[in-house]
Each structure stands twice: as structure tokens, then as C-alpha cells.
């Protein structure tokens, strides 16, 4: 008999009271909350990423295909509207074409968009195109100077991205066209993303907003 109860109170011993497993559960819930929330901006700062890749990506490939298929590309941005997400289209300009060379659509997440915040007025704009109030801003010439505001540009045979497609080669067309297009998450001024074109060469180049003393201020990546 004295055996027995032994061997009970071992086992009423060995095991968890319900207010034991509910602190534990409560401290895991705890713990897994503190892990979401910081693990948000950074997810955030991803998307911000993921649609500067894309939206280079797509300017790189319309001046590749321009290069290499000897006729002119032209590509298009899009910024949200009516729940649709920011797009960038790249399209050839002479119809017909099948295949790697048909029109391919590039969206960005839906939690980043074209957006140029108001802060980005005082500050000098990347490349020195337009005034950092128009998130896509193409249009410009070699020498910053020209109209802006446009938001579709067209990559040439030669590299080049001009204001118009004319036949399909650039021709006698038009002007360069370069510009910038600026890629934020609303709401947050240093997830701030630009792209500049510079449409002599083509060339893409890549800014980061940063935060300095009285201000901000566009680093190139």
C-alpha cells in the first residue's frame, strides 16, 4: 500500500497544472508578437527593394532588347490608381513581334508605388532632373533642361532613350529623354527610392534618400 501511493505522488508530481501551460502559452504568443512587429519594417523595406529591382530590371531589359533586335522599345510607368497596382510596361514600338520581344507588364507590391514625398522639394534632386515634386518625371534633355513630366520613355538601336519612337529606329525622332522616377512607401520618406536616365547613353543609375543634419540628401548606389 505504501508502494502505491508512492508511485502516485510521483506521477501527480511529474505533470504541468493548467495555470503552468497557460503562462506558457501566454509567454510564446508574447514572444512571437515581439518577433512580427520587428520583423514588419523590414519586410517593408524588402517590398521598397523588390520594386527598384523590378523597375530597373525593366529599364535594363528595353534598352538590351533595343540594342540587340535593332528597334526601339518603350517603357511605361504607371503609378497605383483605382486599387490597380504600380506598373512598369515594356513594349516594342513597331506591332507584330512574338515571343521574348512581345509586351511584358512588371508590377510593383501593392504597398509601394511612383510617389515622390513633399519633402523631396528641398532637396537637390538626383542628377539634377526636374524639382522632386513629380514621381515620374522623364522628358529632360542632356543638359536638364526640357519639359519633364513624362512618363513613358523610348530606348533606341544606338542605346540611347529619346521622346518619341518615330519609325521604330529613332531616326530623326525627337530629343533625348531623360528624367528620373522616384519609388517610396507612403507614409515613410526614408524608404524613398530614385531611378535617373540619362538619355544620351541610356545609362541607369540608382539613389538612396538619407537623413543628414537640417535635412536629406540622395546618395548614389
Known amino acids: 500500500m505504501l508502494k502505491t501511493k508512492a508511485l502516485g505522488a510521483r506521477h501527480d508530481a511529474s505533470g504541468f497544472s493548467l495555470m503552468e501551460m497557460m503562462m506558457v502559452v501566454a509567454i510564446i504568443i508574447i514572444l512571437a508578437s515581439i518577433s512580427f512587429v520587428s520583423l514588419v519594417p523590414l519586410l517593408q523595406q524588402q517590398h521598397v527593394v523588390n520594386a527598384y529591382n523590378i523597375t530597373m530590371g525593366a529599364m535594363r531589359q528595353a534598352r538590351d532588347n533595343a540594342i540587340s533586335q535593332r528597334t526601339s522599345y518603350s517603357v511605361t510607368f504607371a503609378a497605383q490608381g483605382s486599387g490597380a497596382p504600380a506598373t512598369v510596361t515594356v513594349a516594342p514600338t513597331i506591332s507584330g513581334f512574338q515571343g521574348d520581344q512581345s509586351s511584358n507588364i512588371y508590377q510593383l507590391p501593392t504597398d509601394v508605388n511612383f510617389y515622390a514625398a513633399s519633402q523631396l522639394a528641398s532637396t537637390s534632386p538626383p542628377d539634377g532632373f526636374g524639382a522632386g515634386t513629380a514621381p515620374i518625371d522623364f522628358g529632360y534633355t542632356y543638359s536638364g533642361t526640357g519639359a519633364g513630366g513624362q512618363t513613358t520613355i523610348y530606348f533606341c538601336p544606338d542605346g540611347s532613350s529619346q521622346n518619341t519612337s518615330g519609325d521604330g529606329t529613332c531616326a530623326g525622332s525627337g530629343n533625348w529623354s531623360g528624367g528620373v522616377v522616384y519609388i517610396a512607401m507612403q ?20 539613389w538612396r534618400l538619407y537623413s543628414k543634419s537640417g535635412g536629406y540628401q540622395w546618395l548614389r548606389e
Request: hydrophobic share 35%.
Open 187 to 206: 507614409g515613410n520618406l526614408l524608404s524613398s527610392r530614385a531611378l535617373t536616365l540619362w538619355g544620351g547613353t541610356g545609362r541607369v543609375h540608382g
